[in-house]
């Protein structure tokens, strides 16, 4: 079972009313709806973000490939900077 922690959030008047007086079963069926809708919505935020993350790396990636950087160019680039002994402060 899903831990359940309560928020309170800010509705009109009408909607507060509705709601108080609506039985226990609807007043649960309403949170159940609520919930979803907001669980919908961090699902699209979080795709949103991963799409434009892969976008700007896309971006990145071809602007490196047009300025001359080749994948054997990259790694002899990332194998001697991990041979460099780290600086003073940096771990």
């Known amino acids: 079972m899903i831990k359940s922690e309560e928020i309170i959030?800010?509705?009109?008047?009408?909607?507060?009313?509705?709601?108080?007086?609506?039985?226990?079963?609807?007043?649960?069926q309403m949170q159940f709806k609520i919930a979803a809708l907001m669980r919908s919505q961090i699902a699209y935020s979080q795709s949103t973000n991963l799409a434009r993350f892969r976008q700007t790396m896309d971006s990145a990636s071809q602007e490196a490939q047009s300025q001359g950087l080749t994948p054997e160019i990259l790694g002899s680039i990332l194998s001697s900077s991990?041979?460099?002994?780290?600086?003073?402060?940096?771990?």
């Open 9 to 28: 959030i800010k509705v009109s008047s009408d909607i507060a009313q509705v709601y108080n007086q609506a039985t226990k079963e609807e007043q649960e």
């Open 82 to 91: 991990s041979r460099r002994p780290s600086r003073p402060g940096t771990g």
